[in-house]
């Protein structure tokens, strides 16, 4: 954790004549948590990126006098850029507020910050919660949430300030919810910057949506694809990229998708036929035949959020393309298939939400698959991975319990 109140814990040098910098204050840019510092060398200001999300591995330094950027060249395009960007053109829209929601009161607090404008990163850095409310007992908790993630926050927290920000403007600068910020935070004696891990390993799925994870003992499962409509389960990749600017294109994506959903189906319904088949997720278009249970929605709020976790939690397997729609799915399900397009392997269970600390079971319940993967093997894979979890779990309870967490 970062202390940024009453004093600033940072170190850094000048961009323009690398003498150490002292912080003066914290600029809250939205993503981004901030330490300006005034060179007490040159003169310049230069602002700095705290060691915060993914400032953890690439912080940037700003000089926003000259309209330089310094930091990490490979993520300077998606992160770096539009940091300096924001400061260069604020968004001075005066609709932006902070809800505040206070439920204890304390003098020495730890903010973990969540806005992002990617929903899985934002989703992510919540998780960091549990960690906070289990280690830092004698401090206040307070989250800063995106208004989509506000019903995620978990019990036991201080405060919830949410901010009315749409994701798609989530890497704006808003000056006035810097001040919004800023005024809260005069409040505490003692203030420190959670770190906010991209990946907080330690968590209870649980606690943050309030449904159970799958119960393995009940006879009767469901399994579920998860559907979306911008990421097709299609192994060239050149036409998914074409079908998001061509709408026959992606149409056509849809019907195959839709296809390949009920052939699989259709193979495992022969093994399991009192399971119910599902799809869940976001966009309904194309239909499904009657056995198929459609839950697809045209969007999400709190209340479909939960209802679809209701249902994850209802699977036995589910099985999906790998991405951000993957999280909530397999932090609830039984057992997950995530299928791999050949560019996401490097980012291999960063968007599983494991559930599971014996890394045995862990390797048979999350199963990564090509994304070219032949139907009628993921379907066996499925099959088995389905039937044989109560014997593996048996085979491998000698030495360790298996645990459903
Ligand atoms: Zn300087």
């Given at each position: 954790m970062i202390r940024i109140k009453p004093s600033i814990e940072f170190k850094g040098n000048c961009l323009r004549c690398e003498a150490d910098l002292a912080a003066g204050r914290v600029l809250w840019q939205g993503i981004h948590v901030c330490a300006v510092s005034e060179c007490s060398n040159c003169g310049a200001e230069i602002i700095a990126d705290l060691k915060a999300g993914q400032a953890l591995f690439t912080a940037y330094r700003i000089d926003l006098a000259k309209g330089t950027l310094s930091g990490d060249e490979g993520q300077r395009r998606w992160f770096g850029t539009p940091f300096l960007s924001s400061l260069q053109h604020p968004d001075h829209d005066r609709t932006i507020s902070l809800n505040v929601e206070q439920f204890s009161r304390h003098s020495k607090v730890i903010i973990l910050n969540c806005i992002d404008f990617l929903y899985g990163h934002s989703l992510l850095k919540l998780l960091n919660a549990d960690a906070h409310l289990r280690e830092n007992p004698d401090m206040g908790l307070i989250v800063i949430v995106p208004r989509y993630l506000r019903w995620m926050v978990p019990e036991g927290v201080a405060e919830i300030w949410t901010v009315n920000m749409p994701l798609a403007k989530a890497q704006n600068f808003y000056p006035r919810l810097d001040q919004l910020i800023h005024a809260e935070c005069e409040r505490f004696d003692e203030i420190y910057l959670s770190p906010a891990h991209s990946h907080s390993a330690d968590f209870d799925i649980t606690r943050f949506t309030g449904i159970k994870r799958h119960d393995f003992s009940s006879e009767r499962f469901r399994v579920t694809f998860i559907w979306r409509e911008d990421r097709h389960w299609f192994v060239r990749r050149i036409w998914v990229r074409i079908g998001r600017r061509l709408s026959v294109v992606k149409s056509l994506l849809l019907r195959w998708q839709n296809f390949k959903v009920r052939k699989l189906f259709s193979a495992l319904r022969t093994e399991f036929p009192t399971a119910e088949f599902t799809v869940a997720g976001l966009g309904t278009t194309t239909a499904f035949p009657s056995w198929v249970d459609d839950r697809r929605v045209a969007g999400f709020d709190d209340e479909t959020e939960q209802q679809m976790c209701r249902i994850y939690g209802e699977s036995r397997v589910v099985i999906g393309?790998?991405?951000?729609?993957?999280l909530l799915p397999s932090a609830h399900a039984g057992m997950t298939i995530d299928l791999m397009p050949d560019d996401r392997w490097p980012n291999l269970a960063q968007d599983m939400l494991y559930q599971e600390t014996d890394s045995r079971m862990a390797a048979y319940r999350y199963r990564y698959l090509p994304l070219g993967c032949k139907l009628s093997t993921l379907a066996l894979i499925a099959i088995r991975q389905i039937s044989g979890w109560d014997w593996f779990r048996n085979a491998m309870a000698d030495r360790k319990k298996a645990g459903d967490r």
């Open positions: 393309v790998h991405g951000s729609n993957m």
